[in-house]
């Protein structure tokens, strides 16, 4: 299978649409300004370079005798045009028959102007070696002449590099400053969505009291408001469940329990040949109350109606012996010792889901643990300060490998002979997980038997 996308999360869209036109802005603003700045560095020199060429165009003369043309470069003037220590400077100047008057006669292998009485610079490679140039024809009724300088580019180049480095560090600080400040900008910008982000988070299954709007920044109002109408929605949904629930589980127990009633009596009242009939009937009646009620109630611990709302503090001791005034009668009719060991304890939470789940472990180990057996019911405080329920039973036990399978829905194992609908662990593990307790089992005493252990978290102290 592929990996799968990462989300795109407001803040990287954030990040993304600020810092890639940032860079691009400042990359475009880096490469004019190191533009602009090596053309102005390239106007000093070529401005020299210029001066140059034109101070040897004013040292032009014409010899009267010959008519010949003639450059008046002192010795000291020549030696300071070549004094260059990092660039090496030539010149030459020659008439219009290609006659050297003075300088290097090699540089009249450069292009010469075509263009009259006007100083002309251009790029040239000679010898292997780029080399600036600037030329100057002069013609006048008297005389004709060209003048070429030619520089090596080794300052230029040097000043590129000096200009883009210049340019290139404060633009990456800068850079890197705007980056970083988008980063904790959009960050703490977005700190109230994380806010409410992690309010939501640690809400409980059933809460669905209306987040706070004025906590939140106004962008987001419409989204808190959304959020708001749809719990309000799902509260009002889980109630009406709820309800339903009640009323359905109110009026299907009283006539299956009447009808019951009213087979138990017509048992005793018919001839002799017709009981077993009707003995079927209202055993198959008493499954069906059973399985009923079990279906309800798994439902009504299931649905959202089971909301924190209805957590209140429970007093398990009392929940223990409740227990015991309805299931006595079911382990004395198997000659079951169901014995009791209650110590004060009080947790928080739905005393009829409670209840429930105690009832369900009770009266699934009576109905596993063969005639004569011994079925124990505790609760108190363990040594970890959490508050438990635990029963146990001596019983044939449960295989390690069927323990976790053992709360699936309408899963039973050795089921021969045993009543049950496969409903009643699976309510002790709906109702524990709503209580945020944890359902452990393991072997009864000696190793025999099963032991059901219902841990709660820790309660706040008052």
């Not at 008046?72 to 050297?100: M, N």
């Not at 009485?117 to 080399?131: E, P, S």
């Not at 589980?249 to 001839?271: D, K, M």
């Not at 997980?433 to 072997?443: L, N, T, Y």
Request: charged share 25%; proline share 6%.
């Amino acid at each position: 299978m592929g990996r799968r996308p990462e989300a795109r999360t407001l803040r990287r869209r954030l990040l993304t649409f600020i810092s890639w036109p940032l860079l691009v802005v400042m990359g475009i603003s880096m490469v004019v300004d190191y533009r602009s700045a090596v053309g102005i560095a390239s106007e000093a020199y070529d401005n020299a370079l210029t001066s140059t060429v034109v101070s040897l165009v004013t040292r032009l003369e014409r010899d009267d005798d010959d008519l010949d043309v003639e450059v008046d470069v002192p010795p000291a003037a020549d030696e300071i045009l070549r004094s260059d220590t990092d660039d090496k400077v030539q010149y030459v100047v020659f008439d219009d028959h290609g006659k050297v008057v003075a300088g290097d006669a090699e540089l009249l292998a450069l292009p010469r102007p075509e263009v009259a009485n006007r100083t002309v610079l251009d790029d040239a490679v000679l010898g292997g070696v780029l080399r600036r140039v600037a030329s100057f024809r002069y013609e006048s009724p008297a005389m004709a002449a060209t003048v070429i300088v030619a520089e090596t580019t080794v300052k230029r180049t040097r000043a590129a590099r000096q200009i883009f480095f210049a340019i290139l560090w404060p633009n990456l600080l800068l850079i890197v400053v705007a980056l970083l400040l988008v980063y904790f900008g959009v960050r703490f910008a977005l700190k109230p969505l994380d806010a409410l982000g992690e309010r939501i988070g640690r809400r409980g299954p059933g809460d669905f009291s209306p987040l706070p709007e004025h906590e939140v920044p106004g962008e987001a109002g419409p989204l808190v408001r959304a959020i708001n109408r749809l719990m309000a929605h799902l509260d009002n949904a889980g109630r009406a469940q709820q309800a339903f629930l009640s009323n359905a589980a109110h009026q299907l127990r009283t006539p299956l329990a009447g009808l019951q009633t009213q087979l138990e009596l017509a048992v005793e009242a018919l001839p002799e040949d017709a009981r077993p009939r009707i003995a079927r009937l209202r055993d198959a009646t008493r499954r069906l109350a059973h399985f009923t009620h079990q279906m309800l109630a798994l439902a009504r611990s299931s649905s959202q109606g089971a909301m924190i709302s209805d957590h209140r503090p429970v007093d398990l001791a009392c929940l223990l012996e409740d227990a015991a005034s309805d299931l006595l009668d079911a382990a004395l009719a198997k000659g079951i010792d169901l014995g009791f060991e209650t110590a004060p304890v009080t947790v928080e939470g739905s005393r009829w889901m409670l209840r429930e789940m105690v009832a369900n472990l009770i009266e699934n180990a009576i109905a596993y643990t063969p005639a004569s057996g011994r079925v124990t019911a505790r609760c108190g405080i363990g040594e970890a300060g959490e508050a438990f329920v635990e029963v146990e039973d001596d019983g044939p036990g449960i295989p390690p490998d069927e323990r976790e399978r053992i709360f699936e829905r309408f899963y039973r194992i050795g089921s021969a002979g045993v009543e049950g609908t496969g409903l009643g662990l699976a309510i002790v593990r709906e109702v524990a997980e709503r209580h945020a307790a944890s359902v452990v089992v393991g072997d009864g005493a000696d190793g025999r038997g099963a032991r059901f252990r219902i841990d709660f978290p820790p309660q706040p102290r008052a």
